[in-house]
Structures are given as structure tokens and as C-alpha cells.
């Protein structure tokens, strides 16, 4: 088998996404590095992030398709829970607080819908909008957020068919 004088890296490119998700085979762990660190300066920092958190959470606060999706109510909590979240994962570049189980199993308890799920990423790229988030930055962020989403949606549906619920193909309840 050829040797490549490429290292293998931990897959963090993925956390930013140029002109969609591309593979980084081709990339070193130091580029990959670079680019999220450029990303992050990029699109604002911690300072942006928790603005989009605070703005995201005053809009899903009003929205009666997403209340239902939070049993506790207080949306600063969810705000600076997000913003740290986001924070740790590009500023520290820290790609294993995507799998936090903590993260996994507070999508757990409900049964994300297909509406749901779209609605969040409206509302996301809303609050982007209302902030004039900058581009190309946040294209690129809510592309990683598309496929977050469906990942945590996808945990949703796993826990529901643990617990021996039946849902259609969106979600909604058989």
C-alpha cells in the first residue's frame, strides 16, 4: 500500500465547510487547524457566537413549533449553553464536544420532527441575518448546522424507537 506524506487528521475541516463539505485528504493537521482558527476570527469570534445564541433563543422563545421541544424555559441558559458550546468547538477547537453525550441525550427526551428540524435552521440563519453575520462564515456554519441537525434529529428518533414509539417519516406521530 503507497504511504502518503499527507498525516491522517482528526476530521475538524469538517467543522467548517468550504463551498459545502469537502474532504481534506489533502490537507495537513496544521492546515486544518489554521482554517478553523481563521474561520473563527472570521465570523466574530465568542463575542458573535453569543449574540447568535441570545438572538436564536429570543426567536425559538416566540415560536410555537420549538417551545414545545424545551421542558425548562429559560432561554439565557439555553443561550450561554449554546455560545459555550460553539465556543469550545472553534475557538478551542475542540471537535469532541460535538459528541458530548450530555449533548446526545438532551435530544433524547423528544422526538425531533422533520418541521422541526427546518425550523431551527430558519430561525439560526434568522438570527445570523439579524446580526449581518459575515459571509462567507456563516454560509459555511450553517452548512456544519444542516448536518448537525440531522444528527441530533437522528438521536431523537433512535431514543423514540428505544422507547417503543412509532413515528412516520417526518416525525410525526403514527
Known amino acids: 500500500m503507497p504511504t502518503s ?7 475538524k475541516v469538517l467543522l467548517v465547510a468550504d463551498e ?22 472570521g465570523i466574530g469570534g465568542e463575542a458573535f457566537f453569543r449574540a447568535l445564541a441570545t438572538r436564536f433563543y429570543e426567536l425559538v422563545s416566540r415560536d410555537e413549533l420549538l417551545v414545545p421541544l424545551f421542558p425548562v424555559h429559560d432561554w439565557a441558559r439555553h443561550a450561554e449553553r449554546l455560545a459555550a458550546h460553539y465556543a469550545q468547538i472553534y475557538g478551542q477547537n475542540d471537535l469532541t464536544a460535538a459528541w458530548d453525550p450530555r449533548l446526545h441525550q438532551a435530544h ?12 431551527w ?44 414509539k412509532r413515528f412516520h417519516w417526518d416525525g410525526s406521530p403514527r
Open 108 to 119: 433524547s427526551h423528544m422526538l425531533i420532527t422533520r418541521d422541526q428540524r427546518l425550523r
Open 20 to 41: 459545502g463539505v469537502k474532504p481534506a485528504e489533502h490537507m495537513t493537521a496544521s492546515e486544518v487547524d489554521k482554517k478553523v482558527e481563521d474561520f473563527y476570527t
Open 5 to 11: 506524506s499527507v498525516p491522517a487528521h482528526d476530521g
Open 121 to 164: 435552521l430558519a430561525l439560526m440563519r434568522e438570527a445570523g441575518a439579524s446580526l449581518s453575520a459575515p459571509e462567507p462564515h456563516f454560509t459555511e456554519f450553517m452548512t456544519i448546522m444542516k448536518i448537525a441537525s440531522g444528527e441530533m434529529m437522528a438521536v431523537s428518533r433512535g431514543a423514540a424507537i428505544a422507547r417503543g
